[in-house]
């Protein structure tokens, strides 16, 4: 019966989406405790550290020079040991230069399977069936995220565990699902032989300017809504750690629903309800007063960015078959440009109007908003935007 579920694509996506979490999710939650405890970290080196993270998934264009080397399972088998590994060394290395380096290295695992999932997921699921299959996906990396975070309370709360061995446990599972993955799949094969070399269409532009923007806002939601419930509403790390929790049983929930909603629905409608919520959202933000309603925007925000499916079925009824490995990487460093600049220049803003700060999120919500009515109702190659001709 295992061995027949290894032969669907959906279940190699599946156990690609619980791979990921498992490693990431566990560096994540420790990170700034153990760089703080065991390498004296001052806001310097974490402001470094998460610099030098973000540079992999800017540079995720370059996962399309891989294919000259080697077929794509077999760059997800290698991103997802790089990932492993380098969160299994992590609590080895408890240094300055060790934690750059083990951050860079589970950070371009990381950044490239995430970038070789989507290209995957757009190859091998039919267009009728991805925003399900999407959803599903979602959910399941959700529902590990939560699983891993239970874990890691169990091992470092309760059972005291040292940073080292929680590390290094969490970065062999990954490993030993990759080599699952690896040895027990099948060599998928997609609609078409993917392009070598970059690919960036000027009739995918509508496509690549929603991604920048989604990636602006996205920027702004990670880092600075998370820090406007600490600094201004007093937030504890049991409390955010609750926060988290709720978003992540809401996400296995409706994910897949979500999926559901957008086949039914069709890309341009949901669009259009995803940006119209978030610029209700982001200016909500900037006078919110009451803890409970900035809690309540907080899980509005996350659910809405599920909606971000819709975005990925619109690339795959446009694109051809041959580019989406090529536009994967390309859109996820289009995603990755204002990861790099934007938390520092904000970071300013913040000092002088935190507020000034979710208005623009709201402005670039809007840009988004007027953008997504350049969808047609029925997508399709030929008719990238309504001004297409077909």
């Not at 405890?37 to 891989?66: D, K």
């Not at 091992?155 to 599972?173: I, Q, T």
């Not at 602006?216 to 926060?243: C, H, N, P």
Request: charged share 10%; with cysteine.
């Amino acid at each position: 019966m295992l061995r027949q579920q290894l032969q669907k694509p959906e279940t190699f996506l599946y156990l690609f989406a619980a791979a990921v979490p498992i490693s990431f999710a566990a560096w994540q939650a420790m990170i700034n405790n153990f760089s703080i405890e065991q390498a004296g970290f001052t806001g310097i080196e974490i402001g470094i550290l998460q610099s030098l993270r973000e540079v992999p998934g800017f540079l995720a264009f370059a996962v399309v020079f891989l294919l000259l080397l080697m077929r794509e399972q077999t760059i997800a088998f290698i991103s997802l040991l790089a990932l492993g590994i380098g969160t299994a060394l992590t609590g080895m290395l408890p240094s300055v230069l060790g934690l750059y380096f083990t951050t860079v290295l589970m950070s371009v695992g990381f950044h490239y399977a995430e970038t070789i999932m989507q290209s995957l997921s757009l190859q091998l699921i039919g267009v009728d069936r991805l925003p399900q299959v999407l959803g599903k996906v979602l959910a399941v990396g959700s529902f590990i995220g939560l699983v891993v975070f239970a874990l890691l309370y169990l091992l470092v709360e309760l059972l005291a565990l040292d940073y080292l061995w929680v590390y290094l446990m969490f970065g062999l599972c990954t490993i030993a699902l990759a080599a699952v993955m690896f040895f027990g799949c099948p060599r998928f094969r997609g609609e078409a032989e993917q392009h070598k070399t970059m690919v960036v269409r000027k009739r995918y532009w509508l496509f690549y300017l929603l991604t920048f923007l989604s990636g602006a806002r996205r920027q702004i939601f990670v880092v600075f809504a998370g820090f406007l419930m600490v600094e201004k509403f007093g937030f504890t790390v049991g409390e955010m750690s609750l926060l988290f929790l709720v978003n992540g049983v809401l996400t296995i929930y409706l994910a897949p629903r979500i999926g559901r909603l957008v086949g039914y629905w069709g890309e341009k409608r949901t669009l259009t309800l995803e940006y119209a919520g978030l610029v209700c959202i982001f200016s909500a933000y900037a006078f919110a007063e009451s803890a409970w309603f900035a809690s309540i925007l907080y899980i509005l925000d996350h659910l809405f960015f599920a909606m971000a499916i819709a975005l990925k079925s619109y690339l795959k009824k446009i694109a051809d078959p041959a580019d989406m490995a090529a536009t994967a990487g390309v859109s996820f460093s289009i995603n990755h440009i204002a990861a790099v600049v934007l938390p520092f220049v904000l970071g300013l803003v913040w000092i002088a109007s935190p507020s000034l700060v979710f208005l623009t999120g709201a402005m670039i919500a809007f840009a988004s908003l007027v953008l997504s009515q350049l969808v047609p109702g029925a997508p399709e190659k030929g008719m990238e935007t309504v001004f297409s001709h077909g």
